[in-house]
Every structure is written in structure tokens, then in C-alpha cells.
């Protein structure tokens, strides 16, 4: 039974913060490199943060390089994006899944809303 939750979204207005979790499968920490991806409106859905398998490597997509961290806790089977400075253009629906992704893991998300 694997499955991913994703918690933490809202309204958030520009240049605020906000932490995002994914409650995992203690399978998925085992084995998987851990990614965050986001879907905004009427645009496909993008690769924000990756996390190896033992939280030693990040990588990031440019548009949130220096802004976004991602860390995953192992004691809580949990990952997190930790969202910094953000600005009306991270407003998305964010998922969390492996990486490369899978179809089978795909949850419903967190909306992330940014506005003044």
C-alpha cells in the first residue's frame, strides 16, 4: 500500500513562506529518490525538487533555485519543500512523487496559492 499525501497548501501572499509535506511509505524512503513537482493553471505539469535517497543531493528547477529547499526526515517518512520568497508564478497545485515519477503514485496534491 503505497501512498503519498501531500499537506501544507494555502494562500500565501508574495514574498511569504510556506512548508509543504509528503507523507510516504517507509518503501518509498528505502528505495526512491523523492521529488516535488507542481502543475499552475493551463500549464503542464513541471519538476520543482529532487531529493537522493539519503538526503545528501537536491537538485532544484531554475525557477525556484535559491528559494525552495527540499529535506525528507526519515523518523517521519516524511519529505518537505520548504517554499521561501514566493511569487505569484509558484501559484500551482504541488505533488510529490518519486523520481523519475510514477503514474501509480500520483496523488490529488496541495494548491498553493500566491496572492496580494
Known amino acids: 500500500q503505497v501512498q503519498l499525501v501531500e499537506s501544507g497548501g494555502g494562500l500565501v501572499h508574495p514574498g511569504g513562506s510556506q512548508r509543504l509535506s509528503c507523507a510516504a511509505s517507509?518503501?518509498?524512503?528505502?528505495?526512491?529518490?523523492m521529488a516535488w513537482y507542481r502543475q499552475a493553471p493551463e500549464k503542464p505539469r513541471e519538476l520543482v525538487a529532487r531529493?537522493?535517497?539519503?538526503?545528501?543531493?537536491?537538485t532544484y528547477s531554475d525557477s525556484v533555485k535559491g528559494r525552495f529547499s527540499i529535506s525528507r526526515d526519515y523518523a517521519k517518512n516524511t519529505v518537505y519543500l520548504q517554499m521561501n520568497s514566493l511569487k505569484p508564478e509558484d501559484t500551482a497545485v504541488y505533488y510529490c512523487?518519486?523520481?523519475?515519477?510514477?503514474?501509480?503514485?500520483w496523488g490529488t496534491g496541495t494548491l498553493v496559492t500566491v496572492s496580494s
Open positions: 531529493i537522493n535517497t539519503d538526503g545528501g543531493s537536491t
Open positions: 512523487n518519486i523520481y523519475p515519477p510514477s503514474n501509480e503514485y
Open positions: 517507509g518503501s518509498i524512503f528505502r528505495h526512491y529518490y
